[in-house]
């Protein structure tokens, strides 16, 4: 019997327990909820900046795709431009090879030296190619050397820019003749011009064949200052050279050969005085 009132008080403990456990709840429901409102409020204003930095990685992932794929393209681009620009030179040679007199012999240039007053090329076609000292080295730009030096596979030009050179030449359309060479930098002068003869600006200016070294007609540059000369009866003539050296890449060897009668006579000219 003892055992059972026991037990009876431990029952009763509890349901009174349940009991303000329940009036608690009921009591304070809406207090709970103010708080689950108030988590939910601060809940979104933690959101937003959550998002801002989500998306502000993303938009960092995605700017570096870009400017991946951006230098790829621009990479492909500069090479479809070289390529055009390619084709386009080698366009223009073949037109050049169709219409000359003269034999040609395609070169590539495989060495340049242009850094001072001896400048110098070197190209991929030698005597085991038909190629004589003293040819022309020309592109579809006008004229860029003479062969000087020839090995069985390679040969030696000696390019417009080099303080020796001298081509016999003439002003386009008119019977100026004058001597070309060059000045420096990136200029060529014609000179021996006499100043009777009027020169404009813009005419351009090729070789004359008087020289017996080169076939007439192959352009060498165009005018872009007139001034009077040493002497007192010419005029010193500046020239832009048509043809780049720093750019040239490909060109051809005119297998132009000079008539032997007329250098015959040069030299016994020569040997007379």
Not at 237 to 248: E, K, M, N, P, W
Not at 254 to 272: C, K, R, S
């Amino acid at each position: 019997m003892r055992r059972l009132a026991d037990a009876k008080d431990y029952i009763l403990t509890a349901l009174l327990l349940l009991l303000a456990a329940g009036l608690m709840v009921s009591r304070h429901d809406g207090g709970l909820q103010s708080a689950r409102q108030l988590s939910v409020t601060i809940l979104s204003y933690l959101d937003q900046p959550l998002s801002n930095i989500r998306i502000y990685r993303q938009a960092i992932s995605s700017n570096t795709y870009l400017q991946r794929q951006n230098v790829l393209l621009q990479d492909e681009l500069s090479r479809l431009r070289s390529a055009e620009q390619q084709n386009q030179i080698l366009r223009e040679l073949l037109d050049l090879r169709e219409e000359s007199e003269h034999p040609l012999i395609p070169v590539r240039i495989v060495a340049k030296d242009l850094r001072g007053i001896n400048n110098s090329l070197t190209v991929s076609a030698g005597s085991d190619d038909g190629v004589e000292v003293g040819m022309p080295v020309i592109n579809s730009d006008g004229l860029l050397g003479q062969v000087i030096v020839t090995s069985p596979k390679f040969s030696q030009v000696l390019p417009y820019s080099n303080s020796v050179f001298r081509v016999s030449a003439q002003i386009q359309g008119s019977r100026a003749y004058g001597i070309v060479s060059w000045a420096g930098q990136d200029e060529l002068l014609m000179q021996f011009v006499p100043q009777t003869i009027p020169v404009e600006v813009g005419e351009l200016v090729e070789t004359s064949g008087a020289s017996n070294y080169y076939p007439p007609g192959i352009p060498i540059g165009e005018i872009t200052k007139v001034e009077p000369g040493d002497g007192v009866q010419t005029q010193t003539i500046h020239l832009r050279a048509h043809s780049d050296l720093f750019t040239a890449s490909e060109a051809f060897i005119m297998a132009f050969e000079p008539d032997t009668v007329i250098y015959n006579l040069i030299e016994q000219q020569q040997e007379l005085f």
